[in-house]
């Protein structure tokens, strides 16, 4: 019997993803044409995925938990990347004198030519477990009735136990039931000018600002009421999140005999070449110092916690290099390009003649990185660039 990562009922729901919705669930069942043309190259894709390793991969996938879900969905299309490159892979191989397994081994002309491990960077437990507290909170109150308003969404306090979303509603809809769309005036596109709600519960406390809905969007089904929401300010700490992931896969299976790459798929809408400059070689520094004339200079420089530059020096030089993804994920296959970043210090490192895409390397007697164009995503997986949004060419 074949084995089938999604269901083939008849897809009628068109509803759009609810914030705290699973994300396999709402890829399973919408009937969006985009999402039906994702579904059917994640097929194809586990058909090629071997047998023997499909059932796993499909207990992760389907997953209500989304990291295993997008954790899935990473080595599955790692896999399929590598086979658009003309490798052959070997998952799961085995390690001697080491009891677990790296995700692939990759040959390239019937030889062997790499080891490839895919993880993700991600915040700590605790702050993953928060923002789904928060979009639970959010989908709640997204069923609150409100035909002429949209409501405005600030959280000032946060809890570990959500707060009595019935009960906010209620009182949302009875302020909501008093107010007249027609007379509330935003002045100046200010929202200073419309009222206030402040409620609390159990450690919660959210500020609600209703919003006049258009004259032609009052009444309709299907709008969510949740219309802004606002976070206070973050710290950003991709490069933090990229070196625990590094360093947590980088001694894992010994010293291997062929060069040895990471893939990390950073989830974060934040990602530059700085966070992962300071990821892999340090954060940046800079560094005062005072002249024998008495005057003050400084320079830059970086610290010494790298996930390849350490306090020591070079470090993880098993490490071949990373392939760094921009939070890839099923909707933006043809869209997400990805880099891979040579370790200068690599005791085995991989020849640039066998990565197809984007790589970076370090040119260690002056500093410089220098870029190797390479090719795009939709040009390995020969899909359209704006794939999969095909039915707007349509019509």
């Not at 008093?178 to 200010?190: A, F, G, R, S, V």
């Not at 470090?315 to 890839?328: E, K, M, P």
Request: net charge neutral.
């Amino acid at each position: 019997m074949k084995v089938m990562l999604f269901d083939n009922t008849i897809k009628r729901d068109d509803k759009p993803k609810g914030k705290a919705e699973p994300l396999f669930n709402y890829l399973n069942r919408s009937n969006r044409k985009s999402l039906q043309e994702i579904r059917n190259l994640l097929e194809a894709w586990f058909l090629r995925y071997p047998s023997e390793h499909q059932g796993d991969l499909k207990v992760r996938f389907c997953s209500d938990d989304d990291l295993n879900h997008q954790s899935a969905f990473f080595e599955l299309y790692m896999h399929e990347l590598l086979l658009k490159m003309d490798c052959e892979v070997d998952i799961h191989p085995e390690i001697k004198e080491v009891s677990k397994h790296p995700e692939f081994l990759v040959f390239q002309n019937g030889n062997p030519v790499f080891y490839l491990e895919c993880t993700l960077a991600v915040g700590p437990k605790d702050d993953v477990a928060a923002k789904k507290r928060e979009s639970i909170v959010y989908e709640t109150l997204d069923k609150t009735h409100s035909p002429n308003f949209f409501l405005e969404i600030k959280i000032i306090k946060y809890s570990k136990t959500p707060p009595s979303g019935a009960k906010w509603r209620r009182i949302l809809e009875a302020k909501l039931s008093e107010l007249n769309p027609d007379e509330l005036q935003i002045e100046d596109k200010e929202l200073d000018s419309l009222p206030k709600w402040i409620l609390k519960d159990k450690g919660w406390e959210v500020v609600f600002v209703p919003i006049p809905k258009s004259p032609e969007a009052r009444g309709k089904l299907g709008i969510r009421p949740v219309g802004i929401t606002w976070f206070g300010p973050l710290w950003v700490k991709d490069h933090i999140h990229i070196r625990n992931s590094i360093n947590e896969k980088a001694t894992k299976y010994g010293d291997l005999d062929l060069p040895y790459i990471i893939a990390v798929n950073v989830i974060s809408y934040f990602l530059d070449d700085i966070s992962i400059e300071e990821a892999l070689f340090g954060d940046e520094v800079v560094t005062a110092y005072r002249n024998s004339d008495g005057s003050f200079g400084h320079r830059p420089g970086r610290k010494r916690n790298g996930s390849w530059l350490g306090p020591k020096g070079p470090q993880n030089t098993r490490v071949s290099g990373a392939v760094i993804f921009d939070y890839l994920l099923w909707g933006n296959i043809t869209k997400t390009n990805s880099i891979f970043w040579h370790n200068p210090w690599a005791k085995r490192p991989l020849s640039p003649e066998n990565w197809p895409l984007t790589q970076k390397k370090v040119d260690l007697q002056n500093g410089n990185i220098e870029r190797i164009k390479g090719k795009k995503p939709c040009e390995i997986f020969n899909l359209p660039a704006d794939w999969p949004f095909i039915e707007k060419n349509k019509d």
